[in-house]
C-alpha cells in the first residue's frame, strides 16, 4: 500500500544551523513529491516540489533531494530561522501523472529552533 | 486577501447535527480538494473537483459526507448526523488544472460534542 512517513517526529536545531528532514516512500509510481510547512493553527504552505525526472531542486534557503533508488526525499533548510520552527510534511502524488492534485501525506516532522 | 479562504474557522456541534463548510478557491483554479487532518497526523484526502465535476472520493468519505461544487466556483461539505470521529481540521485546496501546486486555506476546526 501506499505509505509516506518521516523519520523523526521531532528535529532541534540551533538557529543558524542547517536542518534536514526526512522522508520515505513506498509507492514506486509515485513521480510528483512536495514538502509543506504547517504553523499551529494553519493550513498547510506549500514550499516546494520535485519531480521525479529530477534528484535536486533548489529554492530560496531550500533544497530538496530525491533518491528514488531507495525511495527516499529530504528537505534542507539553510540558515534555519526561528520562523522555521513548523510541522513539515511531505506529500507524494500516488497516480504518478503528478496531474492528479490527491496528495497522501506523511505524519510530519516538527522542527524546534533553537535561539 | 486572494488565497483560499474558509468559512467557518471554528465549529462546535452536538452529535446527531448536520455541520456544512465552505470553501473558496483562488479566483482562476479550476481544482478543489477537501482534506481532512486530525491532532498529529497529515492531511487525508477526500475528495476533489475539477471545475463542477467530483471526479474522485476517497472510501473515507461514507454516506454521511457530500461535498458539492455547483458553479466551479465555492464548495460547500457537509456532514450529516455528525459522530465524534468527525472532529477534525476539514482542509479546502486549490490549484490550476495544469499545476499540482496546491493551495491550502486555513481550514475549518470542527468539534463534535
Known amino acids: 500500500g501506499e505509505n509516506v512517513g518521516l523519520h523523526l517526529p521531532t528535529l532541534s536545531v540551533q538557529e543558524g544551523d542547517n536542518s534536514i528532514i526526512n522522508c520515505a516512500y513506498s509507492?514506486?509510481?509515485?513521480?510528483?513529491f512536495i514538502w509543506y510547512k504547517q504553523e499551529s493553527g494553519k493550513g498547510p504552505q506549500f514550499i516546494i516540489d520535485?519531480?521525479?525526472?529530477?534528484d535536486k531542486r533548489q529554492g530560496q534557503r531550500v533544497t530538496v533531494l530525491l533518491n528514488k533508488t531507495v525511495k527516499h526525499l529530504s528537505l534542507q533548510i539553510a540558515a534555519t530561522q526561528p520562523g522555521d520552527s513548523a510541522v513539515y510534511f511531505c506529500?507524494?502524488?500516488?497516480?504518478?501523472?503528478?496531474?492528479?492534485?490527491?496528495?497522501?501525506f506523511g505524519q510530519g516532522t516538527t522542527l524546534q529552533v533553537k535561539p | 486577501d486572494t488565497g483560499v479562504s474558509q468559512d467557518p474557522r471554528h465549529k462546535i456541534t452536538k452529535r446527531g447535527q448536520n455541520v456544512t463548510f465552505r470553501c473558496d478557491p483562488i479566483?482562476?483554479?479550476?481544482?478543489l480538494y477537501w482534506y481532512r487532518q486530525t491532532l498529529g497526523q497529515g492531511p487525508e484526502f477526500l475528495t476533489y473537483?475539477?471545475?463542477?465535476?467530483?471526479?474522485?472520493k476517497s472510501r473515507l468519505l461514507s454516506d454521511r459526507f457530500s461535498a458539492e461544487r455547483p458553479k466551479g466556483s465555492f464548495s460547500t461539505l457537509e456532514i450529516q448526523r455528525t459522530e465524534q470521529g468527525d472532529s477534525a481540521m476539514y482542509l479546502c485546496?486549490?490549484?490550476?488544472?495544469?499545476?499540482?501546486?496546491?493551495?491550502f486555506g486555513q481550514g475549518t476546526r470542527l468539534t463534535v460534542v
Open positions: 485546496a486549490s490549484s490550476r488544472q495544469m499545476n499540482t501546486e496546491a493551495f
Open positions: 509507492n514506486s509510481a509515485s513521480d510528483y
Open positions: 520535485i519531480r521525479s525526472n529530477m
Open positions: 506529500a507524494e502524488d500516488p497516480q504518478g501523472s503528478g496531474n492528479t492534485g490527491k496528495l497522501i
Open positions: 479566483s482562476e483554479h479550476n481544482r
Open positions: 473537483f475539477q471545475n463542477e465535476a467530483q471526479l474522485e
